[in-house]
């Protein structure tokens, strides 16, 4: 991944990022003549009499992901809806649905509970399978169904091809990003219709989903940007929501066009306070965002070319070391704390010349997230529900990211086909429906204020800020024993949640051998 696209990749959707990293990518579907992501992997085991649920037919398929080793057994199918519900005569979606069946044979409940992802722009079946040992208690007698939404994964996948490098260097300006996004726009209207990729289009094929397998209810678990489809859904299709559990949520009443910055921010100066609170730390390392600062200052005044050794072939390789990258890096790395808890020593290796362990970082981190985002979908949906709230703050000016995400996003979404969402879209949800909410302290992305206004409004909810945590909670200590509890019982409020006090804050390392004992 060259220098130019790591840059341009990091600007763009480091802004959406409830939203996530990736580079833009492009690959023909050679199952259905559509566009699918290259690394969808639900491949028929064996060509056998399909398994009906309700009335889709499925047949034997592996899920896996680059986070899981271990392949998935399930069940898949496909559902044609729709692209344009005013038009049912017109272009149709094949959705792509997993099944994952309750492991104790026979035992399935009438509500399954369906897992949506974040993004918005990752694949529901892709994102699962690293994820599935979280859902062991609840995949006993639960089934759990997997939706890519329209635009993801295997459901038409919207996804737009970056340019090769073109020698500039620096952030790439508002006009050269919208110049990307008319690009875009041009490849993708050949086979969508890019104004029905919203939230509010997925719900709609969510709730298709839930009749063609027979189900009254269904449980909603979101991640992040999958909060708010989870939140939407309820508010359209109440009687037909047992519960709700979401994990690092999304306000419905939030416009997403520039928190980031400040976010991000806040969420560095409490990991990176850590450090600055220990005696041992402190002294090895100084102030960590005082180090990042000036790491930066160096970076932008004079990028070093650096070697480093890629962590994928061990070899050597030379590139050049940009404060954009950096930055970007810190701020994914952010999501995670136990990660993060390296940034403070590596930053102030960089600060002694030493880069390599920075850009081998770095690195590994783009090769991870590649393929992770659907570039396209995420736009429309930003575009058609966020594009008033992307403008710039003064008082965001001289944060990490600054204003250049959201001055970038706006240009973008100014040429962006746009849906029309309900009038009430950014209505807060009000609902009986038990609701289980998490969040992690250190969320750089979804602070735990989130959670505390989202509850306010849900009279049948608990929320649970964990320590030390950061984005997407769910698999945190004793969560996933909580997370089974509630989906049994649909009620938040009797759980014990006093085996959440054994979290503990991830202790930044001193060297490399470590923190300090």
């Not at 008319?182 to 050949?190: F, P, R, W």
């Not at 050049?320 to 930055?327: C, E, G, K, T």
């Not at 396209?376 to 058609?384: A, F, N, Y």
Request: aromatic share 6%; net charge neutral.
């Amino acid at each position: 991944m060259n220098s130019r696209k790591t840059r341009l990749v990091l600007a763009i959707v480091a802004a959406v990022a409830v939203f996530g990293y990736k580079t833009l990518h492009h690959t023909p579907d050679t199952d259905s003549g559509k566009t699918i992501a290259s690394k969808q992997s639900t491949a028929p085991v064996a060509p056998i009499k399909p398994t009906l649920l309700g009335t889709l037919a499925f047949t034997p398929c592996s899920l896996s992901s680059p986070f899981s080793k271990d392949a998935l057994e399930a069940q898949c199918t496909r559902l044609e809806v729709p692209e344009d519900r005013g038009q049912p005569n017109g272009r149709k979606i094949a959705l792509n649905i997993a099944w994952v069946p309750a492991s104790e044979n026979g035992s399935a409940t009438p509500d399954p509970v369906f897992f949506i992802a974040g993004g918005p722009g990752q694949s529901a079946v892709d994102s699962y399978p690293g994820l599935d040992p979280v859902f062991k208690e609840v995949r006993k007698h639960r089934n759990v169904i997997l939706v890519d939404q329209r635009g993801t994964g295997k459901s038409n996948v919207l996804s737009c091809a970056a340019d090769d490098d073109d020698g500039s260097t620096g952030t790439p300006t508002p006009e050269v990003m919208q110049a990307k996004a008319l690009a875009c726009v041009d490849t993708l209207s050949k086979q969508a219709d890019l104004r029905h990729y919203t939230t509010t289009d997925a719900i709609t094929d969510l709730d298709a989903v839930r009749q063609a397998i027979g189900a009254k209810q269904i449980n909603l678990v979101g991640v992040s940007y999958g909060t708010r489809v989870a939140q939407q859904y309820a508010m359209r299709y109440p009687a037909a929501t047992r519960s709700i559990v979401l994990d690092s949520v999304v306000p419905n009443t939030l416009g997403l066009g520039n928190i980031f910055a400040r976010n991000l921010d806040d969420a560095l100066a409490l990991q990176f306070g850590v450090c600055s609170k220990n005696p041992a730390c402190k002294t090895a390392l100084g102030d960590p965002r005082a180090e990042l600062d000036t790491l930066l200052a160096k970076l932008r005044a004079a990028p070093p070319t650096v070697s480093y050794r890629d962590a994928s072939s061990g070899e050597w390789k030379q590139d050049v070391l940009h404060a954009d990258s950096v930055a970007g890096m810190v701020r994914m790395y952010a999501y995670m704390p136990l990660a993060s808890s390296l940034l403070p020593k590596l930053i102030h290796e960089a600060n002694g010349g030493h880069y390599e362990g920075l850009l081998a970082l770095i690195k590994m981190m783009s090769g991870e997230m590649k393929d992770a985002m659907a570039m396209g979908m995420q736009l429309s949906v930003v575009c058609s529900e966020d594009a008033a709230s992307m403008v710039a703050r003064e008082e965001d000016s001289h944060t990490l990211l600054g204003n250049t995400m959201s001055e970038g996003m706006a240009a973008m979404c100014k040429i962006w086909p746009k849906g029309t969402p309900p009038t009430d879209f950014h209505k807060a949800l009000a609902t009986q429906v038990p609701a289980l909410v998490l969040e992690g302290e250190f969320d750089p992305v979804t602070p735990p204020r989130y959670g505390s206004e989202v509850v306010k409004t849900l009279p049948n909810s608990r929320l649970f800020v964990l320590k030390g945590q950061g984005h997407n909670v769910i698999g945190a200590g004793c969560m996933p024993k909580l997370f089974a509890q509630f989906i049994e019982q649909a009620d938040g409020k009797h759980l014990d949640a006093s085996c959440l006090d054994t979290l503990a804050y991830a202790q930044p390392f001193t060297s490399f051998n470590g923190a300090a004992p």
